[in-house]
């Protein structure tokens, strides 16, 4: 059909036919009168009365078109005005349906996993401070169900819980330098602790492990030795006098001299030859919790030094 658009119609120009085209709108406005063949792509909206392209209304599957009869900026205006009474509804009704909506979440994630990568970055970018202060907020208030959560998915992902500990302390070994002595400074008797049960539990791996690093690092290790001597002279006068005095409690006037004298020279005679430390032990330690040894040349023995060291006072008296 036409019509003739009198002067005084608003948005028409005097002379001017158009071919209107009635739409069923879906919504409370009723049929519209639109412009031809625009009309299946329109919409009135029932809060504004503004006709409208179909993308400015929200979907809603129970309605007769499938969309909201108001728009999007109706909704957005009335949810402004009304924020606190749409969010207790909201929260209310999440409480009421928590597993289901959990549900739907997870399925959805489940199936959208590009979709929610992308919708978890934009918002953590957006509200990256929010998310924190969320975050802090609720580790203090459960610490306890933080940390059985955290051991639980350590305990399930060990490998690669273990690869990402391992990629972050290589990219950052100053920040884990300062970590570290920060918590030997606040936790000193726990450290303590936790050093003599390991070294209770592993012996064997750490007299090793020290020996091996002594053996390496000769000079680093007398410089060590230099600092802690010149920081606890008096420490160090003490053990020097513990050992001369256990050595001279070890010597009988019956012993060997000239036998002994000839093992301290197989010991420099391999040290040289060879090019690895060795040291003159006694096989059964001077001191010792089960015996104590004489130093005496059937007593003695030349062995490397990394297994002297790793030896220790040890004695089986097998």
Known sequence: MTKNFPASDPGSRPGIQCELLFVSSGSAGGDLLLPGGQGTEMK??????????????????????????????????????????????HKARYEANKEERKKQSAQWVKDNPERASETRKKYYAANSEKIKERAARWYAENKERAAQRGKKYREDNREECAERAARWLAAHPEKVAEYSAQYRRANPDKRRETIARYYTENK????????????????????????????????????????????????????????ISEIYKLRDKLTTEL????????????????????????????????????KHNGFSCE
């Open 44 to 89: 009135e909206c029932t809060k504004c009365h503004v006709v409208k392209g179909l993308e400015e209304f929200s979907q809603l599957k129970k309605s007769a078109d499938g969309l909201r009869p108001e728009c999007r900026h109706c909704r957005h205006v009335e949810y402004i005005a009304n924020r606190d009474r749409y969010s207790e509804y």
């Open 204 to 259: 064997d791996k750490v007299l090793g492990s020290n020996a091996r690093y002594r053996a390496e690092n000769p000079e680093k290790r007398r410089e060590t030795t230099a600092k802690y001597r010149s920081e606890n002279p008096d420490k160090a006068a003490r053990n020097r006098v513990l050992r001369r005095t256990r050595l001279q409690q070890a010597c009988v006037p019956w012993a060997d001299q000239e036998a």
């Open 275 to 310: 090019g690895v430390p060795h040291h003159v032990d006694h096989i059964v330690p001077l001191k010792s919790k089960l015996v104590c040894g004489l130093h005496v040349h059937n007593n003695l023995q030349v062995i490397p030094a990394v297994d002297n060291m790793k």
